[in-house]
């Protein structure tokens, strides 16, 4: 029998292993990433729970605007389209299904207890964004774009839009610093907001996704950009506060009653500090007023004589 020979190329088939094994950890990444960016959006979709809880409890709005979740939802409904086109994209699918329900909830309870007002607009902002914005992006994907280039429209559509967003919370920084106080600026949320864009950075990375990397850069920057802003103005100079003291100060102006006169003096008001029959102001001192005016015709004779 004749001994068979080692096929050429073995040491291809071994690198090729070493392919499988690094593709096999690459994707483990990419999954661990993902995973993680769902676990922390999801506590992120959930944050508005105790809001919701008071307005379902006190059955009003209590002034709260329906503008951030309508955005949420249009956000939702962006990625959810993306990633119909884009392959293998389940995570982006989950996480944004849920973001999904969560802002219809929110925005069923929003309109239950608010007002006509609130609800007009509200109205206003689902047909802006929602009905005649996402579906301008139908037609300009569908219809205008072809082939792979549904994709590249989506995804810059999805990617500005999200940079829109992230850039959004600028004004409640602003607010922070003019009136250095975190009070509409809460830590869990700027924190949780932060870890999510830097768990959907690195999935969008290791995808080799730009559309998802690009926009979480900025969502973590300015997270970073918000909690620092916690850590400076968390405890803010309180200004002591002097309790008013019912004190009654009784200033003493000398006079000289010689140079004024007995008319003068007659058009004089005296008045002490007491109340008076209706339990505030002061009252004017009969006594005091005729005491003087006798004093002023005592020196008025001691003149002419």
């Known amino acids: 029998m004749t001994p068979q020979k080692e096929p050429s190329g073995g040491a ?23 995973l993680l960016g769902n676990i922390i959006s999801c506590l992120v979709c959930l944050s508005p729970l ?13 002034g709260f605007q329906s503008i951030p979740y ?24 989950t996480i944004n299904s849920f973001a999904f329900f969560t802002a219809i909830g929110y925005i069923v309870v929003y309109l239950l207890y608010a007002t006509k007002k609130d609800k007009i607009l509200t109205f206003k902002l689902l047909l802006l964004f929602n009905v005649f914005g996402f579906g301008l992006v139908c037609v300009l994907t569908l219809f205008l774009a072809q082939g792979h280039k549904h994709v590249q429209v989506l995804g810059w ?79 803010p100079k309180k200004v002591e506060e002097v309790e008013p003291k019912l004190q009654l100060e009784i200033y003493e102006h ?32 009969q006594n005091a007023k005729g005491q003087a005016l006798e004093i002023m015709k005592a020196i008025d004779v001691v003149n002419k004589l």
């Open 12 to 34: 291809p088939r071994t690198s090729g292993y070493y392919e499988c094994g690094e593709m096999a950890l690459h994707l483990t990444w990419v999954f661990g990433f993902g």
């Open 50 to 62: 105790p809001t919701f809880y008071q307005i379902c409890k006190k059955k009003t709005s209590e």
């Open 70 to 93: 309508v955005i949420a939802l249009f956000s939702a409904m962006l990625w959810l389209f993306y990633a119909i086109f884009k392959k293998e994209t389940i995570l982006l699918i």
């Open 157 to 235: 559509i999805c990617m500005i839009f999200s940079i829109c967003v992230f850039v959004a919370p600028l004004f409640i920084v602003r607010k922070v610093i003019k009136t250095k106080s975190v009070e509409f600026m809460p830590f869990s949320m700027s924190f949780f907001l932060t870890l999510s864009a830097l768990m959907w950075f690195f999935y969008g990375y290791l995808k080799k996704d730009q559309f998802v990397a690009i926009p979480n850069i900025l969502g973590f920057i300015l997270g970073l950009l918000q909690m620092l802003l916690y850590m400076i103005y968390r405890n």
């Open 254 to 285: 000398v006079v000289d009653l010689e140079k004024l006169g007995p008319a003068i003096c007659s058009e004089i008001t005296i008045v002490i500090p007491k109340l008076n029959a209706s339990g505030n102001g002061f009252v004017e001192d």
